[in-house]
């Protein structure tokens, strides 16, 4: 079969590939850009512990070790007050006893870094092909596979099995498939300052507030994020509007976040003074890049449309109170892989392909609901409405945004797929219940591999199903015995008759789980389902469930288009409310058109320039020229 034709060479464009190759999938990635990263200190990204043990698995771990922070506490404030400090914390210990995701810390990094390290992964695999200088112009579909024509130096007609978009917000693949982007157009916008200074709590993020009084006004809000190296990105929430944040202005908002904050610190003595600010002394600091970015909230119609696909900003925009839209496109880009291995390798129902848009559609959209919903109690000051919903108005405030930043609840936390086409059968016999629900991400506990590696359960994901016996005991076993004994010889027969690539992995304990419990788990970590001991037909009608039913040979017929959703459907978290900005055109683009070319739309975010000299060689700080093409470009 062809290779699969991937759009786009940002962040979700290159993790598809990579995990494609990994998948033996040949992929050819077509790249307007020459390839080079231009670093940009105050373009970041923000990775979730799933996205981030994702790219690890991509060999992208040394560039988050080496450039990336992982936070060692988050700070909240309200207004001189500290209102609550969440200790972060990085080590194993413990795993089934404490809820990890809510614990461990994000990674942040710049964007240059991680596209970097994917770049250099994929130069690494002998069944990628990168071509740059490649623009799209034309996407044409039959029976057997996809041809893309592109222009440039290396302009040609391409041939693929499968084509995937990841040409970011104003994607050419959407617009030549007509897929329409509606949603809501400038929710939030903050202007960006990264800096080298020395902040009273090394190693610790801070969400600063100070919310509005009951004479009204705006809510001010600020927050500091730790890159290595002393490295700080402050973001300033700023009023509605399009009015120029100018250098003056910029500058003022520094020295007194910067002189409020040292302040309040228990001991300043040691500072030396850098000027005056409406706090006091400011701390000496040197800028390094500014910027200006807006927020949109968009959801295309349909990701799939016979063997094209969209994916990342190309699919979805999001992006306020602390969500990350980056997390998003990298799990479209690790739900997508896998299937389309499968695919590739052994056919696809169109269960196998329509689950992608099932399952990542869906999770998109009950985020854009979450956040929507959030909006207008956060910002607007309604506090009225926000007693309603939850009592205790500054620690409900605080509770919400911080699930946003760390990746809680429903505005952060990894998604679930509990109405995914790929279930296990229904009243399978031998089904157990655990700590996680079917189509849940599963835990990462501590596994040992019949290579006898000892690893975390996420560091197996990414290549076929995982069988998960949990085997008190067993860590005191020499693996040649436990490997014999038991249930492992009649596990092991059961995963060499099913229908896909499997691994057997042993855990001394699971959350909830009973011993001798075998946990079927996705490439992408999400249960299937738990059985209680070895039950090889059950195991092999969950394989064939996760391969989307029967077995099928690869595709002779071109699905059909999906039907489009009426506007403002309730499904599709675009719901329109008075004054709240939302269109249905196809771009990414605010009320004033598109940005002007070589501009950038990218990520969550639309970058627009500081005005004046401090934006002289550090504007947009979450795109750059032509980054529309490049791919996903977040605001962290």
Not at 188 to 199: D, F, G, Q, S
Not at 253 to 259: E, G, N, P
Not at 382 to 411: E, N
Not at 572 to 582: A, H, K, L, N
Request: charged letters at 20%.
């Amino acid at each position: 079969m062809e290779p699969v034709i991937v759009v786009g060479a940002g962040p979700v464009g290159l993790a598809l590939a990579v995990a494609l190759t990994r998948h033996r999938v040949p992929v050819v990635v077509l790249d307007e850009t020459d390839g080079q990263e231009t670093p940009r200190p105050a373009r970041t990204v923000v990775l979730r512990p799933d996205t981030a043990a994702f790219a690890a698995r991509l060999g992208c771990a040394d560039a988050l070790a080496d450039a990336g922070a992982r936070w060692s506490a988050w700070r909240t404030m309200r207004r001189r007050r500290l209102l609550e400090r969440i200790v972060l914390t990085t080590d194993g210990t413990d795993r089934t006893e404490r809820d990890e995701t809510a614990c461990a810390p994000p990674v942040h990094l710049p964007q240059h870094a991680l596209t970097r390290a994917l770049r250099a992964a994929l130069a690494g695999e002998p069944l990628a092909q990168v071509v740059t200088g490649s623009r799209l112009a034309a996407v044409e579909q039959d029976g057997k596979g996809v041809s893309a024509q592109t222009r440039g130096a290396s302009g040609t007609w391409w041939r693929g099995s499968y084509l995937v978009g990841c040409d970011g917000p104003r994607s050419t693949v959407r617009k030549l498939l007509d897929v329409r982007f509606p949603g809501r157009t400038a929710v939030e916008r903050h202007a960006v300052a990264t800096l080298r200074t020395e902040l009273p709590w090394p190693g610790e993020a801070l969400l600063h507030r100070s919310p509005v009084r009951h004479g009204g006004g705006q809510v001010s809000e600020v927050s500091a994020r730790p890159l290595p190296g002393g490295i700080w990105r402050l973001d300033w929430l700023l009023p509605p509007g399009r009015d120029l944040v100018t250098p003056d202005v910029l500058v003022t908002r520094i020295r007194d976040s910067l002189a409020g904050w040292a302040a309040d610190a228990p001991d300043t003595a040691g500072d030396e003074p850098g000027g005056r600010g409406r706090g006091g002394l400011v701390p000496p600091y040197e800028l390094l890049d500014t910027g200006v970015h807006t927020v949109h909230h968009r959801l295309a119609r349909t990701w799939r449309q016979g063997r094209a696909f969209l994916a990342g900003d190309a699919a979805h925009l999001l992006g306020a109170l602390g969500t990350q839209g980056l997390d998003e496109g990298l799990r479209d880009a690790e739900n997508l892989a896998w299937k389309l291995g499968l695919a590739w390798h052994h056919g696809a129902t169109d269960a196998l392909l329509d689950s992608y848009q099932a399952e990542r559609r869906d999770a998109v959209a009950a985020r854009l609901r979450a956040t929507d919903s959030a909006l207008p109690l956060l910002r607007d000051g309604g506090a009225v409405h926000w007693r309603t919903v939850l009592p205790g108005t500054a620690r409900g405030r605080s509770t919400l945004l911080t699930d946003g930043h760390l990746g809680r609840g429903p505005l952060g936390a990894a998604p679930s797929y509990p109405r995914t086409p790929l279930a296990a059968p229904a009243d399978l016999p031998g089904e157990a219940a655990v700590g996680t629900l079917p189509g849940a991400p599963v835990v990462d506990v501590p596994v040992t591999a019949s290579d006898g590696a000892s690893v975390g359960l996420r560091d197996r994901l990414g290549q076929g199903l995982l069988l998960v016996l949990v085997a008190p005991g067993t860590g005191v076993w020499d693996r040649r015995h436990w490997q014999s004994a038991g249930l492992m010889p009649r596990l092991s027969d059961a995963v060499a008759a099913l229908p896909m690539r499997a691994e057997i992995l042993v855990t001394e304990a699971y959350p909830g789980a009973a011993a001798h419990t075998v946990l079927v788990v996705r490439p992408d970590g999400h249960l299937v389902t738990a059985l209680s001991g070895v039950r090889p037909d059950e195991l092999a009608a969950c394989a064939e469930a996760v391969r989307g039913g029967a077995s099928a040979p690869p595709h002779t017929a071109t699905a059909a288009e999906e039907a489009e959703v009426p506007a403002g459907e309730p499904g599709d978290g675009t719901v329109p409310r008075p004054g709240s900005g939302v269109d249905d055109r196809d771009g990414a683009g605010g009320s004033n058109g598109p940005a002007p070319a070589g501009g950038s739309a990218t990520g969550a975010a639309v970058a627009e320039p500081v005005a004046g000299p401090v934006a002289a060689s550090a504007a947009e700080p979450e795109g750059a020229p032509g980054a529309a093409h490049r791919g996903e470009d977040l605001a962290g």
